[in-house]
């Protein structure tokens, strides 16, 4: 009687692993990790992420819209693990000081602004929430619209103005986050 009960907790382990692997590996691929990353003047800036795609889907708006990423409320800035920032040396983020090393990014989206949290706690699965007490600082980026909605959900660094920026776009937002080395 034992043997049998041993032989099907068994069994029901390996029936739940297979599962929690296909499933983990279904949605990497429905949203693939991706990078970027640009070394300008010294400075290496690193962005990894994961890109989950609209689909058809309402992506920002409010939570009678069925918006998938409600005004107000927290996104991972990306999907699966939360997304992570590595700079090099000591730079200013969207104005703010912001020392070296290797941060979690996620956003609150709003209609006009995105409030851009940076954390130092890294290495969590993004679809909860961060310790907020580990923030670094919240800063306000505005929302500029693209010419054409991005179907799949693109982070992109290119130099700028003595530094860098990031850009985040998804659906019909695009923000800009200048990054500059002190």
């Known amino acids: 009687m034992?043997?049998?009960i041993l032989i099907g907790v068994?069994?029901?382990a390996l029936l739940l692993a297979v599962a929690f692997i296909y499933l983990n590996n279904r949605n990497r691929s429905m949203s693939p990790p991706d990078t970027a990353h640009l070394d300008v003047n010294g400075l290496h800036v690193e962005i990894s992420y994961s890109r989950p795609s609209v689909r058809g889907r309402v992506i920002f708006g409010s939570e009678d819209e069925g918006a998938l990423q409600p005004y107000g409320s927290y996104w991972r800035l990306g999907a699966n693990e939360a997304t992570t920032i590595t700079v090099s040396q000591d730079v200013t983020f969207n104005g703010m000081p912001l020392k070296a090393g290797s941060y979690s990014l996620y956003a609150i989206p709003g209609a006009d602004s995105f409030q851009i949290g940076v954390n130092t706690e890294t290495g969590q699965w993004g679809a909860w929430e961060p310790d907020f007490s580990k923030n670094v600082f919240v800063t306000e980026v505005p929302v500029t619209r693209p010419v054409v909605p991005v179907e799949q959900f693109t982070t992109r660094i290119e130099e700028g103005s003595g530094g860098?920026?990031?850009y985040f776009e998804?659906?019909?937002v695009?923000?800009?986050?200048?990054v500059v080395p002190n």
């Open 164 to 166: 860098a920026v990031v």
């Open 2 to 4: 034992l043997k049998k």
């Open 170 to 172: 998804w659906s019909n």
């Open 10 to 12: 068994g069994i029901l």
């Open 174 to 178: 695009q923000l800009m986050i200048p």
